[in-house]
């Protein structure tokens, strides 16, 4: 990492970087079985692309489930109408051997969206700290256990990760000077961030304002073309419907957009039962978010950012504008929803690397940090969803669950563990409850839980199921005699 790279030489090693980073993510797909919402995100996605509709769940919108169905379309399925999203997710999956290979094809469609955030991290490090602060922040970004964890998953997390990244450094561009081309790239980028996830409608406004400040109105006429712009990726995202949008009384382009907002609001209001640090909510907890960053994102990571904030630059205001924003969220299941802070943390702290490799006392600290960043990540291989760092230590569950540590991935190593030790039965009450259905016979009967005590014989718990939902309360007394994964624990009992 020479101060005096040049950028070709940076870009190569960042793109070697990328693919070791891919070959990491690759190769997590056929360990873990699907997600809770996976099935979701896959038969929507394969409704978009068969049927020309987008009817089921419009809660997210559907750039990263169209992605995430197109190997499985190009694979031979088709979507066949079936009466929830869910169901429909399991018929395309199939079992046994359909089930890996779909569960694979899908994956590898949201792999783009990590090699577009990458080459975010690589030409924003580039910008503000050279060829050397883009190779470090490439380096960061690229072993960061939440970034591969999501990026090897059906979900929409690192799609609006990707391009909220781009509609940002895009801004940094049009800012300097906002021609015709420029604006329109802006335009793209900020309607591809919308079509990812809609927390990009309030993550990207304030990142924008906090990166920018007085710029956007100097340049408003410049700006509307660049929303109009959008609107109409949003549009041709939506198939160019246009239909009566019944909370608004008017027939709107895009009905499914503004029908998927009032289910959000509708959702953020009630509210989503949460888990930190042994307490559930329903409605959250303001601080949620930087906990689970502190417990989520490796120290060395943390250390080099905060180092980097101490220097006012854009990618300090686009994350701590995220993160301001994320407070009022009353939906809090995991950092994922968080995800695109990530960005600009690893360019702040490739510019940190690049300044602590120019004072000699400080290159061994930083060659330190480097080490304990990229080990960090590989010794928990392959569970980057439920990664955890040294202040979690041995119990992560006292600290997170849900999709921080268990979203129902280990359900398939259980089946494994149990068939492995001759298991006909398991007492068990699953987080994600449809995999079973789906393994077969390769996953052993499934008994009724007593949530006061265990039964004889072999007793799973899911950590979520355990922790969000009281089901069952035993393990409080009794240490678990293995864990399955990072996120099931297990007993045998005589």
């Known amino acids: 990492m020479q101060p005096n790279l040049d950028v070709r030489k940076a870009a190569l090693a960042a793109i070697l970087l990328v693919l070791i980073a891919s070959a990491r993510i690759v190769s997590t797909y056929t360990v873990f079985n699907h997600t809770v919402d996976e099935p979701a995100h896959l038969a929507a996605g394969m409704e978009w692309i068969s049927a020309g509709k987008y009817l089921y769940e419009d809660q997210h919108p559907p750039l990263a489930r169209v992605m995430g169905a197109l190997g499985p379309y190009l694979a031979g399925e088709r979507w066949h109408a079936g009466p929830d999203s869910y169901f429909e997710g399991f018929r395309i999956l199939g079992r046994d051997a359909h089930y890996d290979r779909m569960l694979a094809f899908g994956r590898a469609g949201i792999l783009p969206f990590f090699w577009m955030a990458s080459a975010v991290v690589f030409l924003w490090g580039l910008r503000i700290s050279g060829p050397a602060g883009a190779l470090a922040s490439t380096l960061l970004f690229t072993a960061l256990p939440p970034v591969l964890a999501h990026s090897g998953l059906i979900t929409t997390d690192m799609a609006v990760t990707a391009w909220i990244g781009a509609a940002a450094l895009a801004s940094l561009y049009w800012a300097d000077r906002p021609d015709r081309r420029r604006t329109v790239l802006f335009g793209v980028a900020i309607g591809l961030a919308c079509l990812s996830k809609f927390s990009a409608l309030l993550f990207l406004p304030a990142a924008l304002l906090a990166m920018h400040r007085g710029q956007l109105w100097r340049h408003r006429r410049s700006l509307a073309i660049a929303c109009a712009v959008a609107f109409l990726v949003i549009w041709a995202g939506y198939r160019f419907t246009f239909a009566r949008v019944d909370y608004l009384h008017l027939r709107l382009p895009a009905p499914r957009f503004f029908t998927g907002l009032s289910t959000l609001w509708a959702h953020n209001a009630t509210g989503h039962v949460s888990y930190l640090l042994g307490r559930v909510s329903r409605t959250g907890f303001w601080y949620y978010y930087p906990v689970v960053m502190a417990v989520k994102t490796p120290l060395a990571f943390l250390a080099l950012a905060m180092v980097g904030c101490r220097r006012f630059s854009t990618p300090v205001a686009f994350s701590v504008a995220i993160l301001v924003c994320a407070f009022a969220s009353r939906i809090n299941i995991g950092v994922r929803h968080v995800l695109p802070i990530y960005v600009g943390l690893a360019v702040i702290g490739g510019a940190a690397a690049t300044s602590m490799w120019r004072r000699q006392a400080t290159r061994w600290v930083l060659a330190g940090l480097l080490l304990w960043q990229i080990a960090s990540g590989a010794l928990q291989h392959p569970d980057y969803l439920a990664y955890t760092n040294e202040i979690a230590g041995a119990q992560p569950e006292n600290f997170v669950a849900d999709s921080d540590l268990d979203w129902g ?10 068939r492995h030790a ?39 718990v899911s950590v979520s199921a355990w922790k969000v939902f009281g089901v069952p309360k035993w393990p409080d007394r009794v240490p678990p005699q293995e864990r399955v994964g990072r996120s099931t624990l297990l007993w045998y009992f005589p």
């Open 409 to 418: 991935q280990d359900m398939k190593r259980l089946g494994e563990r149990l």
């Open 422 to 460: 001759g298991a006909t039965e398991v007492t068990f009450e699953s987080f994600n409850k449809t995999y079973p259905m789906l393994a077969g016979d390769a996953f052993p009967r499934i008994l009724p839980v007593n949530t006061g005590r265990p039964a004889p014989g072999w007793n799973a």
